[in-house]
Nanobody, 126 residues
Framework: QVQLVESGGGLVPAGGSLRLSCVAS????????MGWFRQAPGKERDIVAA????????YYADSVKGRFTISRDHAKNTVYLQMNSLKPEDTADYYC???????????????????WGQGTQVTVSS
């Protein structure tokens, strides 16, 4: 089992920045592919970014490319999502997810992840 705890959400004006953190515990962090998803009210939970177990490969949804950066620190068992140039449409609950590496550098489907955090709320005011 892997436990994931997110933090770093909050209220920020449009154009501002936030950094989300997700601390993993329970098993070897470096074995896991990690992802960040978000879910706005009334919408599905969609991929935002993903990172390979080594950290060498990343994926970004088109809507966040050039603004968000995913990274991981194996010494701290933590994955980060740096969010810059935030827009009101980035408002959502953000979730950290993990799964065992299984032959692919990263995964983009929510059904492909086995472990989830409780979420952290991000609100971007216009």
């Amino acid at each position: 089992q892997v436990q994931l705890v997110e933090s770093g959400g909050g209220l920020v004006p449009a154009g501002g920045s936030l950094r989300l953190s997700c601390v993993a515990s329970g098993r070897t962090f470096s074995n896991y592919v990690m992802g960040w998803f978000r879910q706005a009210p009334g919408k599905e939970r969609d991929i935002v970014a993903a990172i390979s177990s080594s950290g060498g490969y990343t994926y970004y949804a088109d809507s966040v490319k050039g603004r968000f950066t995913i990274s991981r620190d194996h010494a701290k068992n933590t994955v980060y999502l740096q969010m810059n140039s935030l827009k009101p449409e980035d408002t959502a609950d953000y979730y950290c997810a993990a799964r065992d590496y299984s032959g692919r550098y990263y995964y983009t489907g929510r059904d492909e992840y086995d472990y989830w955090g409780q979420g952290t709320q991000v609100t971007v005011s216009s």
